[in-house]
Structure formats: C-alpha cells, structure tokens
DNA sequence: TCATAAATTGTGCTCGAACACAGTGATGCG
DNA sequence: CGCATCACTGTGTTCGAGCACAATTTATGA
C-alpha cells in the first residue's frame, strides 16, 4: 500500500505536480475550475503532506535559546536541565542546538543581562522561566518584534502572548488543603511562605486562595487558617515561635520546595502530630517523606515542563505544529511510597 | 549554521560519498586504512545521519495491529481508544494505518479468534493487552516467529521477550496501604477483589503482597489485614455481611477499578469511619471520590499506556528507535481535588 | 608482460515536496 | 500583422541518505 503524492494527484487530475504544488499552498495562478477540482480530490483523498520530504531541504541547525535560572543558587532548577536534555537527544537527529544562559533567581538585573547574552547568540526560539514579572514582560514583548517564538513554563505571566507550560496553582493549593484535612485531626492549619520575595508572590498567593478557598467550601468547618512569612537565615527559629504560639496547629502547608526547614523544626520538637504538606522532590524533601516528617508533596514536574517546552519548540521548528497557549500538567500526589519512580531519568 | 552531511564526511576524508556510506553501514569493500580514518573522522564529529533523508525513500503504510479488550463488556477500556487516537493523529503525517481487534475480556476464545483476524491483516507491528497468561504466551510467541515488533500494556507477561508498559503492581498495593493508613483510625484493613478470574489473578496478587509488604514492615502495628473476593452479582450484598462480621474494619482497599461497589455499600450503611481505596478513573468512581466515600483511587492510566504503546511503535517503524523493554509508569495518586486535569484529552 | 579477476572507489539515480523558471496559448493594442 | 502582456501550466533542480552499478586501481596467474 502506497501513500498518495503530489505526483499521484496531479496525474489522477490530469494536471502537472507544479499545479498541485501551487493549489495546495494557495500561491495563486491556478484556472479556477483547475483549483476547485483538485482542491476537492484533495479532501477526497484526505491528502496527508510527507513531511519528510517536506523537512528535506531544511538542513540548516535551529539554535534553541534557554534562559533559566541558574540551579547552583536553588536546587529546584536542577532537573530541568535533564528535562532540556532528555528533548534534545531524543530531538538530535533532526539538528538543534542549545544555547544556555542561567541567572541568578534572585537578580532582576541578571536576568536581563543574560538574556542579552542570549539575544546575541540569534536564538530562533527561546524556553525561559519568567521569573520576574516586569521584566519578563518586556523581554517577552521585545521577542515577539523579533517575531522569536517562545515557550515559558513554572511562572505564569498572565495577559502575556507566550505559550505556557505548567500547573494551576490555585488547584494545587486546594489539592494540599484536601491532602491535609484528610490526614489530620481537627485544628487548625497554617500557610508557610519560606524565602520568597514579593516578586515571585503571585506564586505563592494562588496556591494560598486556593488552600483556603477549600477550607471555606467545607460546611462546619471551625479551625482557624493561619499564615506565616519566614524568610531566610532566622526561618527555623521563627516557625518554632510561631508554633508555641498556637498549640491548637494541627497542620502546615508549605506553599514551594522548602517545606525541609518546616519538617526539621518539626523533627527536633517531636511534634508529630502536625501533619506537613509541601513542594517538589528536593534531596532533602524526599528524606523527610521517607522519615515520615513530611506526609505529602506536591510535584510541580519542572522536569516535565521544561521537556515539554523544548518538545514543543522543536516540534514548531521541525514539523510546523502549533504549540498551544497554554498546556497544564496534572498535580502530582507524592508520598514516600510512589515517589522513586517520579525520580526516574 | 550547517549540519555535517555524507558530502561533508567524504570532502574532508578525500573520498567519494560511495565510501562513506559503506563504512556507516559496515558493508565491507573498503580498505582497511581508509575506513579507520572514516571512522575516526565519524567519531571525532559526532555525525548523526539525517533521519529525514534516511526515511524519504520510505512511502509505504505502515499496518499497526491492534488487539485489546472491548470497552463494551468493561469500561476500563474505554480510554484507551482516546490514547491510541492520540497517537495516531500525531503520527498522521507518517503513513501508519490502524486495525483495531477488541476482544471479550472474558473469554479466552474470543481472544485467539481475534488475534486470528488481526493477523489476517498482516500488521507490520502489534499493539496488544496480553490479559490471559497462557494464551497470550502462545501468540507472542508466534509474533516473533513472523518477526513482529509488539508493545503489550496493562499486563504484564512475565519472562516473555515482549516489551511492556504499565505500572509496578506491587508497589501500587503499597502506594494503597500508605495512603489507607494515613487517613484511617487505628485498626483493621481488607482487601477486596471484585469480580476477577483467576486468569486476572496475577494483578491482585501482586497488588495484594504490596499492600501486605507495607503493614507488615511498619513496626508495631496492630490491626489485622483481612482478604474478601467478591464475585459478580452478590458483590454488594457479599461486602455488607463482610463489613458486618468485621465492626473494627477503618479501610478498604479494591485491587481495581471496581470501587464504586464499596462506595455504594458504605454510602448506604453510612459508615464514613471507613476509608476506601481503588483504582482508575471510572465516572462512577470519579463521583463517589468527589462526594468523599472514595478517599483515593490511584490512577492507572490506560490512556497513557496505549498512547505510549503506540507512540513507540511508530518511532519505531519511522525512525529506527529501540523499544525500552519494559516502561513502567508513576504511580499518580488521584483525590478529589487533583482528578479533573487528569481526565484531560 | 599482459590478461583477467578481485578489491576498492566513484557516479548517478531514487525518494516527495518546494520552488524557480521556462513554456504555452490567448488577448490587447499600435 | 507583429509583438508585448497576461494568465496559466509544465519542467527541472534541490535537499541527504541509500544503493545499484560503473569505473578505477591493485593483485594474481600463465
């Protein structure tokens, strides 16, 4: 069985394949009676374009520009860079090439200095975390004048044009309210922001509306929801405070990956009757879920969201698909029993 | 920016593209001087063939033959269709054609009569949930005398040379038994087993030895770990004496996607101190998760285990890649909250 | 030494889509 | 009539790998 060509066609229409060729990618001079017969036995055939052959005289190499932020400075950026590199040897044979730039989480002026550095390198598309709203926003604005496709995942920036990869954090937060209401005894819970600036807040406030809209929705519901800003260097000390000071908590909801400093406070206090919710398959995470300290996390797959977006763009470049808006990843449940095969490679 | 082709390779070694391609294919009549070089030369620039050229030539349809059970006599199946039709509309482009054999999961005659069928359609490769052992061994065997490639899922066929996706069973149960035990009172657990044969038994037994595993490694637990099977029909009525003949039962875990018949014994008997488990997205487990009488189902994706099936086929067929031998799945956990972007397109 | 076989190497065509360019026929206009 | 213009159609080349076959060089034997 043979798949139908465009030398197919043009013979069962009596016409030559440069006729095909100029109907199917609407170029004009064409007899209209000539266009609307080969324009149905197109549909009639269900034509279906190699795109093989149509990628063949494309050998040039797509330079991908990464702009990330640097995992040296927090190690939750770590495994995106296999994620990058799972899309790339899986995408090698088809010539793409990395060019990676890694800032500091923590330095708006580093983000833009490096994306920059990332211009020069003439990217024809670009994955990036947008970490900083403003920035992020004119850096994205000026992509689109270089009419530079782009692909962000992690942080949303809302009203922005660029495709997005990553998860509903409002969601998420209902998903930790729900794990930890289901564990625990009644009393009341409590919402920690560890180390976060104002900058990356919409963040953590999603995942707070959302952990409280759960609790609001339950009928007869009588604990109290707190919240408690730590910040980094006096984090432990203050949450031990913060703990004396309301014996009724009866559980924590860490709301991004730095729910080890609330389980080593929870450990050295022996307080196991608080049950402890957090983010991500850090290291040091995933000990305190096997300790039992930590009950759930909740995994934001950075790994699966930057291989997406790197999929996505090579797929955009290579075979011409379109990359959705915006694509959600399921909210992951991790406990100490199926958490090994979320760290597989 | 250009990729190193064939032409490149043999400009820079001073030979012809004739030379060249014999040493990338060890087809022999090349001097041994030369090919070292060539191959040196290979190493040195990490050439990759271009996959686009290499498949150009290839313009046959490929037959994809499928083989799994009717969604009719058991809506666990209903899924996989969509995984498949997943695949299919994004490998549409490369020529593959589906014929698709669905057979009554009950009835090992159905199974070989449709096995039969499909192979009247000369398949090229073969999709295929392997659900009776002895059965399945025969025809797998039989594929690879024909020299068929195949992907099995959902069940696992063990020291067959097939190559598998699907989840570890045993560590499922275990994922249960955490969950169970973190939202139950201290007391006693059973596992229920609805309506499975004892082809199927492979499944619940290992789900059963996981769930056990867990209990029996915690230390000083009390409670008693009871066993019920329940066959169709008197299922209900069966699981109501259970629970009667058991007042200090705190949960039950259904080895599979049969939970809504639990959740409709303990809705009507209102014993919401009784925590329950099971397995799979089914609407009718889907509505009890969200009315609170299931408290967890873990999901076991049949959706994605088809698509994957497929996905590796093609590129197999199209692309020359290897299938992993085995492929197995995390283990999502799935409550009331983070259910509904699983159930995504 | 020369014919012939064997070993090695080079050439040219194929695949399907894309596109540049050449070709055809009809019409208009001085 | 001559010729330019226009609308449309056909032809031929390109991409990279693969492979058949031609061409060349080297080895062998009488």
């Known amino acids: 069985m043979k798949k139908y060509t465009i030398k197919d066609i043009a013979q069962l229409a009596g016409v030559s394949k440069g006729t095909i060729d100029r109907v199917i990618h609407n170029r004009g001079n ?26 063949l005289k494309n050998n040039k190499i797509y330079e991908i520009g990464v702009l990330i932020p640097d995992p040296e400075k927090d190690p939750y950026w770590e495994v995106c860079m296999d994620g990058i590199d799972n899309a790339l040897s899986e995408f090698n044979a088809f010539g793409v090439r ?33 970490l900083f709203y403003k920035e992020a926003k004119g850096v994205l604005e000026h992509y689109k004048l270089l009419n530079i496709q782009v692909c962000t995942f992690n942080n949303q920036i809302t009203a922005s044009t660029a495709n997005f990869i990553g998860q509903d954090l409002y969601q998420s937060g209902r998903v930790a309210a729900k794990l930890l209401h289901s564990i625990s005894d009644v009393g009341d819970m409590a919402i920690i922001h560890i180390d976060e600036q104002y900058k990356n807040a919409v963040h ?43 014996p009724n908590l009866k559980g924590l909801f860490v709301t991004n990956s730095k729910a080890y400093h609330a389980a080593r406070v929870l450990q050295t206090e022996t307080k196991s009757h608080i049950k402890l919710v957090g983010y991500d398959l850090l290291t040091e995470n995933i000990n305190h879920l096997k300790k039992g300290v930590i009950d759930f996390l909740i995994h934001q797959n950075p790994k699966q969201q930057a291989y997406l977006g790197m999929k996505f763009l090579i797929e955009h470049l290579v075979f011409e698909k379109q990359i959705p808006e915006q694509f959600l990843l399921p909210i992951d449940i991790i406990n100490s029993e199926n958490v090994t095969p979320f760290l597989r490679p």
């Open 30 to 55: 064409v007899a209209k009676d000539v266009e609307d017969k080969v324009k149905q036995l197109l549909a009639d055939i269900n034509y279906q374009p190699n795109l093989i052959a149509r990628n």
């Open 98 to 130: 990395l060019n990676t730039f890694l800032y500091d989480p923590t330095s708006t002026a580093d983000f833009l200095k490096n994306n920059e550095a990332m211009l020069k390198t003439t990217p024809d598309v670009i994955l990036m975390v947008p």
């Open 204 to 246: 953590m406030q999603e995942k707070e509306k959302g952990f409280k809209s759960y609790f609001y929705d339950l009928e007869g519901y009588e604990g109290v929801i707190l919240k408690c800003k730590l910040k980094h260097g006096d984090s432990e000390d203050k949450l031990s405070l913060f703990l004396a000071k309301h």
